[in-house]
């Protein structure tokens, strides 16, 4: 089946478009607040601290009105559902919808405990579905949408150690690719993010939310904004899968699918580095 989609300039596809992104207050979702209202959106912010999000909010209040900040904790589905309903009908419409919180889960799988399932699960994948459980009625209603998730490079290819990660972003790639051809002609778009290393809190973050400043994000991470800027200019353009940044992650993913040997032996080295790291108790990467 080929999906048709209409090609627009990449800052016209978002112009007065109301806009909800998830874990907005920092790392990626803050990112794509920033550009989108650069490029004449309506954003609401969503995040689960109300001073996080008030604070990421005042920093972009240069836009005015355009810009919201929106309090939910995206693992609670009535609040998701009251925050995504309550912002279509006092907005009148819902044209995206940013499902971009997430957390990350690099550990020896050993060591994980059923709560780490839990909790990564919650917030990776539950959320993800409660959005667009919630989004796609609102959307079909009114004939028109957009649902932006966020995977990971980790939702495309298995990387050593995060099995629990891997799992639920596989989980989102899917879901998004599923939706992506089963809404195609009902005028509702579907993209997914697939992050690889972006230069975000989220490698200073422990499995329980702690922030452990002491450990640095990597000197190759490819920056937010940067990273924000390619995502919404392949979103315009209707991408469904969007790898980023897109070398050398693109030959990974296809060294990977293509089962070659070349793509065994990389995700075997990565094994033994990540086993190694750990056993020294550094840092994976």
């Known amino acids: 089946m080929e999906i048709k989609v209409n090609i627009m300039d990449n800052a016209a596809y978002f112009k007065d478009k109301v806009c909800i992104v998830t874990g907005a207050n920092s790392g990626i979702g803050y990112a794509l607040s920033e550009e989108l209202l650069n490029r004449g959106a309506t954003v609401y912010m969503l995040g689960r601290s109300r001073e996080k999000v008030e604070e990421a909010a005042k920093k ?28 279509a009908a006092g907005a009148g419409r819902l044209d995206m919808l940013f499902n971009n919180a997430g957390i990350g889960g690099t550990m020896q799988f050993e060591t994980a405990t059923i709560d780490d399932w839990k909790n990564i699960i919650d917030v990776n994948v539950w959320s993800v ?46 879901l998004s690719e599923c939706l992506r051809y089963e809404y195609a ?14 230069a975000t809190p989220i490698f200073q973050k422990g499995k329980d939310g702690t922030v452990y400043n002491e450990i640095k994000i990597p000197e190759d991470a490819y920056p937010a904004d940067k990273t924000a800027r390619y995502v919404l200019d392949q979103v315009a353009q209707q991408k469904g899968v969007i790898v980023v940044p897109e ?10 699918s293509s089962g070659s040997k070349e793509g065994e032996e990389q995700f075997m080295q990565m094994a033994r580095d990540r086993r190694a790291a750990f056993e020294r108790g550094g840092n994976y990467y």
């Not at 002609?185 to 972006?198: D, Q």
């Open 129 to 174: 579905i409660y959005g667009v459980h919630t989004a796609v009625p609102i959307m079909l209603k009114q004939g028109f949408g957009h649902i932006v998730n966020t995977s990971s490079i980790a939702g495309l290819v298995p990387p050593p150690f995060q099995a629990l990660y891997s799992l639920t972003k596989f989980g989102v790639t899917g």
């Open 60 to 87: 972009l209040s240069r836009h005015g009105d355009r810009v919201h900040p929106l309090i939910a904790d995206v693992t609670k589905q009535q609040q998701v559902e009251t925050a995504i309903r309550e912002t």
């Open 185 to 198: 002609e009902k005028n509702i778009r579907f993209s997914v993010i697939c992050p690889a290393n972006i």
């Open 247 to 256: 070398h050398p992650f693109t030959e990974q993913w296809r060294l990977y």
